[in-house]
């Protein structure tokens, strides 16, 4: 068991990239510029078009490290050439902060509202608070904030009083779209790939499992196509780990998937994962795809502060 000793802070920005590892390189490389972070992982999916950067450090470095990364992502991302499966409103699209080691979340919330209003100033980019951090109770659900995707929002806002953003401008902005910055506890991004190009079978299944539609709790689904892949997944979100774990929607879902004759192809981690929610074995009983445990967040983090490594590159 690892124990972190100082208030680290963990930010997973999710950026509206994932084809051009050249654009990618560079949105990290503006973030490892900056003295103090820890690039813990970068994951990018080809199919959702769409980059996980997960990096941690300490207060002052996280802020300026994470407003670097949204500003270099304006420079280089152009929402209105982007095409994924996964739903996106920005070019970083969300930018959580989570607390580690000795921090907490009143923190995360302090560090939310100060780098977003810095970026809608700056950048003039419409800033919504969600999760820990939302003013407003319904955009403590980031599918709330994201409803409508960027081509809805700039339609709506400056128009409808209910998309009003916290910080920045009431206008969309013209390449970069919005973003979503909250305070969150530990989010598991996990994927399950079937034996099926059923996309229809997929999304039966998300709505089944996702807490929203009576679900199991803490469970965020969206059925989704992979074309490169040439299979259906079900892309999950799960926001409580305590409460619902890899393995019992690993479960689920093959129980699903089986009635209807379909087989787990394989399963996947997008980032890292939080040492409380591993348990032995487990890579093995999920068909987890290409996992070791340093990709547990506190194992890797341990790691390179020992080794004082400011960065680790998957990308």
Known sequence: MVKLKG????????????????VV???????????????????????????????????????????????????????RKHKGSHPRMGATDVLPFVPLGDSDMALCVRIANEVGERIGKELGIPVYLYEHAARKEMWRNLANVRKGEFEGLREE??????????????????????????????????????????????????????????GLPAVKALGLFLEKQGCAQISINLVDFTKTGIEEVYKEIERLAEKEGVKIRESELIGLLPQASYSE???????????????????????????NIKRFREC
């Open 7 to 22: 208030k680290y802070i963990e930010s997973v920005p999710n950026i509206s990239e994932g084809r051009r590892k050249e």
């Open 25 to 79: 390189d560079a949105i990290a490389d503006s973030l490892c510029a900056v003295n103090g972070i820890y690039l813990l992982d970068c994951s990018s999916d080809e199919d959702h078009n769409r980059s996980v950067i997960t990096f941690a450090g300490l207060e002052e470095a996280v802020k300026e490290g994470a407003f670097a990364l949204v500003k270099k992502s304006v420079e280089l991302i152009d929402l």
């Open 157 to 214: 806002i400056g128009k409808n009083p209910e998309r009003k953003p916290d910080f920045g401008p009431e206008k969309i902005h013209e390449t970069a779209g919005a973003i979503a910055v909250g305070a969150r506890q530990f989010l598991i991004a996990y994927n399950v790939n079937l034996k099926s190009e059923d996309v229809g079978l997929a999304k039966r299944i998300a709505k089944r499992i996702r807490e929203k539609d009576g």
């Open 281 to 307: 074995g487990l890579e093995n009983r999920v068909k987890l795809r290409d996992f070791t445990k340093d990709r547990i967040i506190e194992v890797r983090l341990a790691k390179m502060i020992e080794q």
